[in-house]
């Protein structure tokens, strides 16, 4: 097997026993966000709901279920929101790249 190969492996077995709730050495990061900072960084990019919703992929239902606190976005979305809180200008330069 490769060198690359036996990394995939051993990566893809660290990432099992993580789910697992074994102990790694991987860290974690955790992303919190509130519905004030998810409508901030929204307005911080000058943005309606629905613009933004349809730039960022997500339905405009689902960001205003987010600024309103009756759900919370998960995952990638969550780290998204995130960064376009404390670098919107960033975010604009990437997606003007795209």
């Known amino acids: ?30 992303v919190a966000l509130k519905p004030d900072e998810i409508q901030r960084a929204r307005k911080q990019l000058g ?3 629905d613009q933004f919703a349809d730039a960022f992929g997500v339905s405009a ?13 998960t995952g990638a979305a969550k780290t998204l929101l995130k960064i376009i809180e404390r ?10 790249a795209a």
Do not use: D
């Open 1 to 30: 097997m490769s060198k690359l190969g036996q990394e995939l492996v051993e990566s893809m077995a660290e990432a099992v026993a993580h789910a697992q709730g074994k102990p790694t050495g991987s860290r974690v990061h955790k």
């Open 61 to 73: 239902s689902t960001l205003r279920k987010w600024e309103q606190g009756q759900r919370a976005p």
């Open 87 to 96: 670098e919107p200008r960033a975010v604009v330069r990437a997606l003007k």
């Open 47 to 49: 943005l309606s709901q």
